[in-house]
Structure formats: structure tokens, C-alpha cells
Nanobody, 120 residues
Framework: QVQLVESGGGLVQPGGSLRLSCAAS????????MGWYRQAPGKQRELVAG???????NFLDSVKGRFTISRDNAKNTVYLQMNSLKPEDTAVYYC??????????????WGQGTQVTVSS
């Protein structure tokens, strides 16, 4: 099992930047994938970015070139650097961790969510 604590959300003007952090309660090397989903009012939750334990990354098309995802294995933390933010990036961002447990299955764990608001 893994607990996730995320931080870094806030209010920023269009074109600005934010850095989200997600700290896990166990070594992220033992976690299959981590990243963020986001959900805006009236919209379906969508995968924004993810990074696997092997370092593979993928991004939502609309954030490619603007967002980067990285990890600090020593701190059990994953970071989402969000640059050139747009109003349509406004959403609650939820950190996730995908964890497979031998003989038991695969599970998805969630952080508490952090609000990102991009507005002038």
C-alpha cells in the first residue's frame, strides 16, 4: 500500500508556472507508475502525465512541450513542472500511483488533490 501527499497548487496568471509535488510513503522504485490526473468542473478526469519506474514518460497531448515530469528517488517524490499555463489547465490535480502486488493484483492510489487555477 502507498500513501500520497501532494502539494504545489495555487493561483497563477496565464503564462505562469507551478510545480506540483507528490510524495509517496514508500520507495517509488517499487511503484509501477506515478503521475497526475486532473478534473475540471463538468469534465471527465483525464491523465495529464505519468512516469514509470523505468523512467518512461507520457503526456496529455494538450500539455506536451509545456509540462515536464521528473522524480527524486531519494525523496520518494515525483514532480510536475507546469510552464506556460493556460486557463484551460484549471482543474483539481490528483496524484496517482499504480502498484502491482504479487499474487494480489494491481491497485491505483490517489493523493488528496490540489487546486490549480489559471486566471488573470
Amino acid at each position: 500500500q502507498v500513501q500520497l501527499v501532494e502539494s504545489g497548487g495555487g493561483l497563477v496568471q496565464p503564462g505562469g508556472s507551478l510545480r506540483l509535488s507528490c510524495a509517496a510513503s514508500r520507495s517509488i522504485l517499487s511503484i509501477d507508475a506515478m503521475g497526475w490526473y486532473r478534473q475540471a468542473p463538468g469534465k471527465q478526469r483525464e491523465l495529464v502525465a505519468g512516469i514509470t519506474s523505468g523512467g518512461n514518460r507520457n503526456f496529455l497531448d494538450s500539455v506536451k512541450g509545456r509540462f515536464t515530469i521528473s522524480r527524486d528517488n531519494a525523496k520518494n517524490t515525483v514532480y510536475l513542472q507546469m510552464n506556460s499555463l493556460k486557463p484551460e489547465d484549471t482543474a483539481v490535480y490528483y496524484c496517482f500511483a499504480d502498484l502491482s502486488i504479487s499474487g494480489r493484483g494491481a491497485y491505483k492510489y490517489w493523493g488528496q488533490g490540489t487546486q490549480v487555477t489559471v486566471s488573470s
